[in-house]
């Protein structure tokens, strides 16, 4: 018997069925009870829409505004790819050392252990993205800013 479950959990631990959310599945997030934090040295918000915390194990999701002038500084999401969707404005992004323009209805595919930047031009009104993480964990550096709006309960 002991046999019998120890090989249980072994099997259960490396098809990934033992992490057990510890919070409900949330299957809609309203935007409005999302938690917002300031970011790019107050020049924008990121809401953390989907994640660990709303029982989302495999991915997350956010949106991300931006002003002109603000800056996502060069940095890599080793265990986590990466994908954004423009919704509105335009951006200078930097993968792997080479600079490219994106714009409104634009897709972002970055890579896990890519490294990548964002520039906003100076007067650009506004940049919005949804934002994606498989892989979820990079969007918990977001609850560094100060909150502008936090969670409230469905």
């Given at each position: 018997m002991l046999r019998t479950s120890l090989l249980t959990a072994v099997l259960c631990v490396s098809a990934g069925c033992a992490r057990v959310p510890t919070v409900p599945v949330r299957y809609v997030v309203n935007s409005a009870e999302a938690p917002t934090f300031r970011i790019s040295q107050g020049k924008g918000a990121a809401t953390l829409l989907t994640n660990e915390e709303t029982g989302a194990r495999a991915a997350s999701m956010g949106v991300l505004d931006l002003q002109g002038g603000a800056g996502v500084p060069e940095h890599i999401h080793e265990?986590?790819?990466?994908?954004?969707?423009?919704?509105?404005?335009?951006?200078?992004?930097?993968?792997?050392?080479?600079?490219?323009?994106?714009?409104?209805?634009?897709?972002?595919?970055?890579?896990?252990g890519i490294?990548?930047?964002?520039?906003?031009?100076?007067?650009?009104?506004?940049?919005?993205?949804?934002?994606?993480?498989?892989?979820?964990?990079?969007?918990?550096?977001?609850?560094?800013?100060?909150?502008?709006?936090?969670?409230?309960?469905?």
């Open positions: 265990h986590s790819v990466e994908m954004l969707y423009v919704e509105e404005g335009e951006a200078e992004m930097t993968i792997e050392g080479q600079t490219m323009p994106v714009k409104k209805g634009d897709a972002v595919y970055i890579p896990a490294r990548h930047a964002a520039r906003i031009p100076e007067g650009t009104e506004c940049f919005r993205a949804v934002q994606v993480y498989v892989g979820p964990g990079p969007e918990a550096r977001f609850r560094q800013g100060e909150p502008v709006k936090p969670a409230t309960a469905p």
